[in-house]
């Protein structure tokens, strides 16, 4: 069966809303420009088991995943818990060929949360998905890389690859306390081993 992943259009600082928010913030942290949108590839439908948890031994981190989507506007909304990250359960799930995106926060206003420690990986670091049949599948960072929340490169983290690739997004640069956001994205990007 086939089908297209036709899911998004992602706001070009959609993961801001991964800055810290209490809980009398809402909605989306960042202004600005409009929608741009994810490059739409077809896809073989597969039966590739669900994400369950996510684990970087380099940097300690170790979080059960909860399923994330975006909100109206296309923009992603991180998981609720601040210690624990998020699968963008819309985009193809890991060991399926093509990017598949876990998110969490940086930090919240009580201090340091799941993917604080991120922007610490270096090529080479693994990156293991356990999966709901109990499988265990295994990344190997590529690169790490910043990106403007004002200029997000939403094409080369959402867009189609040949293989099968996963991303981790969160919050980093400066805080902007008008904003109540950060000003950039840390991505990490990392393919099947």
Same mark, same amino acid.
């Given at each position: 069966?086939?089908?297209?992943?036709?899911?998004?259009?992602?706001?070009?600082?959609?993961?801001?809303?991964l800055a810290p928010r209490g809980p009398q913030d809402v909605g989306p942290?960042? =202004?600005?420009?409009?929608?741009?949108?994810?490059?739409? =590839?077809?896809?073989?439908?597969s039966?590739?088991?669900?994400?369950?948890?996510?684990?970087?031994?380099?940097?300690g981190l170790t979080s059960s995943l909860v399923t994330i989507g975006v909100d109206r506007t296309g923009a992603l909304v991180p998981p609720a818990d601040?210690?624990?990250?998020?699968?963008?359960?819309?985009g193809p799930a890991p060991g399926a060929v093509g990017p598949a995106v876990l998110a969490g926060h940086v930090d919240?206003?009580?201090?340091? =949360?799941?993917?604080?420690?991120?922007?610490?990986?270096?090529?080479?670091?693994?990156?293991?998905?356990?999966?709901?049949?109990?499988?265990?599948? =295994?990344?190997?960072v590529t690169r790490v890389a910043e990106y403007p929340k004002s200029d997000f490169a939403t094409a080369e983290v959402y867009g189609p690859t040949v293989d099968a690739q996963l991303r981790l997004i969160t919050c980093g640069g400066e805080f902007d306390r008008s904003r109540r956001s950060y000003t950039d994205n840390i991505v990490v990007y990392a393919t099947a081993v």
């Open positions: 069966m086939r089908w297209v992943l036709a899911l998004v259009a992602v706001v070009a600082g959609s993961v801001a809303l942290t960042v =202004a600005g420009s409009p929608p741009a949108p994810v490059v739409v =590839a077809e896809q073989v439908a039966d590739v088991p669900v994400p369950v948890s996510v684990s970087v031994p380099a940097i601040y210690a624990q990250a998020g699968w963008f359960a819309d919240s206003r009580s201090g340091p =949360a799941v993917f604080f420690r991120l922007e610490e990986l270096q090529p080479g670091a693994r990156v293991e998905v356990g999966r709901s049949d109990g499988s265990t599948l =295994a990344f190997e």
